[in-house]
């Protein structure tokens, strides 16, 4: 537990962190969620709309540190190469 001022305050501002984390995470998790759907329907052009929508979520989430850049490039590739042999 807690003790100090200075070890409450960085108590109270971790939760407030892993709030605004977890709804980002939630965020980019639903967009993903929404491609994923899109290409097992087999619309292809639904699929890169909801693409096109997730791309910038994803990078955001990266930006703020919910991802690793690298895997939420890792994540926009392997979608759009989905989204790209679809109908092949």
Same mark, same amino acid.
């Given at each position: 537990? #807690? @003790? ?7 108590? *109270?501002? /971790?939760?407030?962190?892993? #709030? !605004? @984390?977890?709804?980002?995470? %939630?965020?980019?998790?639903?967009? =993903? ?5 899109? /290409?097992?329907? +087999?619309?292809? %052009? #639904?699929?890169?709309?909801? =693409? ?7 990078? *955001? #989430?990266?930006?703020? +540190?919910?991802?690793?850049? @690298?895997?939420?490039?890792?994540? !926009? %590739?392997? =979608?759009?190469?989905? !989204?790209?042999?679809? @109908?092949?």
């Amino acid at each position: 537990m #807690a @003790n100090t001022p200075s070890a409450k305050k960085a108590v *109270r501002k /971790i939760e407030r962190r892993t #709030a !605004i @984390n977890k709804t980002r995470r %939630s965020r980019v998790r639903t967009f =993903l969620r929404r491609v994923e759907e899109a /290409i097992a329907s +087999g619309d292809k %052009s #639904a699929a890169d709309e909801a =693409l096109r929508a997730a791309q910038p979520e994803v990078m *955001r #989430a990266a930006q703020k +540190g919910i991802f690793h850049t @690298n895997t939420a490039s890792r994540k !926009i %590739s392997r =979608l759009s190469h989905r !989204i790209k042999t679809m @109908n092949a």
